[in-house]
């Protein structure tokens, strides 16, 4: 019983959500395993479209399960108004369809103002986060002295561990020029409140996952934000702050790494990054913006204008290295049409040195020049095809070349936003 895990091959932004949703259909949980509500996955099903922050991207189909991991930094504030909305749209009519783990990380409203606080205070250097408090949360976590969802079911606890960290916060917020507006009898009393809303899906994730595994279920794992924004393999310190890869899937929900059995990338036909760093194909011209507004590439979580460029094999070819990809899906392969030609950097070109793989020190790419291969383009509209022999030759061609540069098969293609725009050549469930 296949196992699948859903990574961004790029820098975030891939269209995770959109395929998600759709292979869900052959999944009976997926789940959540990192980060936060920095991610912003759209899923659009019939002309209606669903922007989700932190509930998994399976929840709009009825009867399977929703599973969010310990290795999520989880904001309860935008839990509880995400499901507030679902319901509001006839969605989550059994609240059994969601599960979150009891030792998920809580976001508090310190480590908010503190993400705020300490990008403006970094000014011209800042990362770009989405200020929705995830690096200072995972660095509470990281440094033992965490809130964790088990923290707001116990009112004592929840008090006593607000009034422990409330000093240093102020203090750093202080130190950071902002006014901390942190008052803790109504913090402890809204997060007590948001617990016992949080309560009735709280569980002990790993021994729910173990059962359901030995039951005969098929898991989705859903990875947010993408390799290049990983801690550890990303372009530190532009990036976010958990492991995006593959190998994080079962760390951050309690199982081991015999659980998995499929890993599949997901990237653009061309490439996007929000935020600060370094980005050697981005395009700052003329046909970066015709990307950007044919792409409609504006951020799902920030609104903020994404960066835009060809498409990167050395990234994908790393990002294939450093998850065990067995195929990718290719997205917005639509958007690229109408270009007199497609280009996909192969080489980058640093210190007067020519590079065919991703370097290791991330501050060569600041001085990379991405060396392209081009190819002819096609002009004919994709977003009506729903078979890889209908696609025009050219944009065939395109895919191919990528997939023999990678050295991964493609095994899908999204034509459109929509659910049913997709072109599955593989089926990961059945693989
Ligand atoms: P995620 O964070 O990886 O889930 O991706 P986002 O949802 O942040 O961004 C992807 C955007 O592209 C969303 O607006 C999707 O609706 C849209 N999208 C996904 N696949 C396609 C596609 O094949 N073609 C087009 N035109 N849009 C797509
Ligand atoms: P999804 O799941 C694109 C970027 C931010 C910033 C850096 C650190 O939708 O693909 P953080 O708030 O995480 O501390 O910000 O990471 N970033 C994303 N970029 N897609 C995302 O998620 C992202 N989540 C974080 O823009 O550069
Ligand atoms: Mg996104």
Sequence with gaps: MPNVVVVGAQWGDEGKGKIVDLLTEHADVVVRFQ????????????????????IPAGILHPGKSCVIGNGVVFDPEVF????????????????????????????MPWHKAIDIAREQAMGAGKIGTTGRGIGPTYEDKVA?????????????????????????????????????????AAIVARYAELGRRVARYAADVSLWLHRALQNGKQLLFEGAQGTMLDV?????????????????????CGLGPTAVDY???????????????????????????????????????????????WLDVLALRYAARVNGLHGIAMTKLDVLTGFDTVKIAVGYRVDGKVLDEMPSDPELLERAEAIYEE???????LDHLR?????????RTYVKRVEELVGVPVVGLSVGADRGQTILLVNPFRA
């Design 35 to 54: 980060g936060g509500n920095n991610a912003g996955h759209t899923l659009v099903v019939n002309g209606e479209k669903t922007v989700l922050h932190l």
């Design 80 to 107: 509880v108004m995400e499901v507030d909305r679902l319901k509001s749209r006839n969605a989550l009519a059994d609240d059994a369809q969601l599960v979150v783990s009891l030792d998920a990380h809580v976001i």
């Design 144 to 184: 033992r002295r965490g809130l964790r969802i088990r923290d707001l079911l116990d009112a004592g606890r929840l008090e006593r561990k607000v009034k422990e960290r409330l000093p240093a916060a102020r203090e750093e917020l202080r130190r950071l020029g902002a006014t901390p507006d942190l008052d803790e």
């Design 232 to 252: 550890d393999h990303g372009t530190y310190p532009f990036v976010t702050s958990s492991n995006t890869v593959a190998g994080n899937a079962v760390v951050g």
């Design 263 to 309: 890993v599949l990338g997901i990237s653009k036909a061309y490439s996007t990054r929000v935020g600060g760093g370094p980005y050697p194909s981005e395009l700052k011209d003329e046909t970066g913006e015709r990307l950007r507004k044919i792409g409609g590439e504006f951020g799902a979580t920030t609104g903020r204008p994404r960066r835009t460029g």
């Design 375 to 381: 190819l002819p383009g096609w002009s004919e509209k």
């Design 387 to 395: 078979s890889w022999d209908d696609l025009p030759p050219r944009a």
